[in-house]
């Protein structure tokens, strides 16, 4: 079991990384339930320790430090690595985009991605590859929902119907189909690579090719998720 103050500290990490504004303590506190002599010495040793810095009065901003290593550790991940690996040479064959992505707090967390012409990247409610990870992990909408309100602080719930929509297709499906008001198909599908529940998804393939798309995909799926596990079991 996780060490509280461990999991206090990594909640305040997270909770200044993703706010695009400096974060008051006073935030910190409400948004976590910490008492707030609590947060001054969590905040204080991550000051010390080169990951936070002051900026406004009371207010924390991340540091380029923090920056580096959360980018360093994403391109370093082993599951970045595979997808690269897999999924590059093929991709770029099809000229489709892709990505393949887990949750993570904020939004999704992507190993790889590659887009073209598509629309930007989906917030979180708005994902198929959110959906069918939520899906994947035998989540309730309950907790589904939880997600969705920590992603969108403030956000207008209007959207979330819709995504609950698509959730419960993916639990029923397995994967989902979009078509995108008639602009580009999407095709997503789960990946489970050892504790981490992922999606991969493909855009770009005319209806013609939808059955080829569908086996392509489950083939590099199939090939990511062997590679991953070789590597667990230690033989790669």
């Known amino acids: 079991m996780i060490n509280n103050r461990i999991s206090r500290v990594l909640q305040v990490l997270s909770l200044v990384a993703f706010n695009p504004e400096p974060t008051r303590l006073k935030e910190i506190g409400d948004k976590l339930g910490l008492h707030p002599s609590m947060v001054s010495r969590i905040v204080a040793d991550l000051i010390a320790g080169g990951l936070l810095v002051k900026s406004a009065y009371r207010s924390v901003i991340a540091t380029p430090a923090l920056a580096v290593l959360g980018k360093s550790a994403g391109k370093n991940h082993p599951l970045s690595r595979i997808a690269r690996e897999v999924l590059q040479q093929p991709v770029s064959e099809m000229g489709l985009s892709c990505e393949f992505a887990t949750v993570a707090p904020g939004g999704l967390f992507h190993f790889y991605q590659v887009r073209r012409g598509t629309p930007p990247a989906e917030p979180l409610w708005r994902s ?13 909408w309950e907790e589904v929902l939880e997600e969705l309100r920590f992603a969108a602080p403030g956000e207008q719930e209007s959207e979330f119907p819709r995504f609950k929509e698509r959730f419960l297709e993916a639990r029923e499906s397995l994967n989902l189909i979009n ?22 998804s493909v855009s770009g393939f005319d209806s013609a090719d939808q059955e080829k798309t569908a086996f392509e995909l489950s083939r590099l799926a199939a090939r990511i998720r062997s590679l991953y596990n070789t590597m667990l079991n230690g033989d790669a």
């Not at 198929?128 to 309730?140: K, P, T």
């Not at 095709?187 to 992922?198: E, R």
């Open 128 to 140: 198929d590859a959110a959906a069918v990870i939520f899906a994947a992990r035998g989540d309730e």
């Open 179 to 200: 078509y995108h008001a008639g602009r580009f198909r999407q095709m997503t599908l789960p990946v489970k690579c050892g504790i981490f529940c992922c999606a991969l």
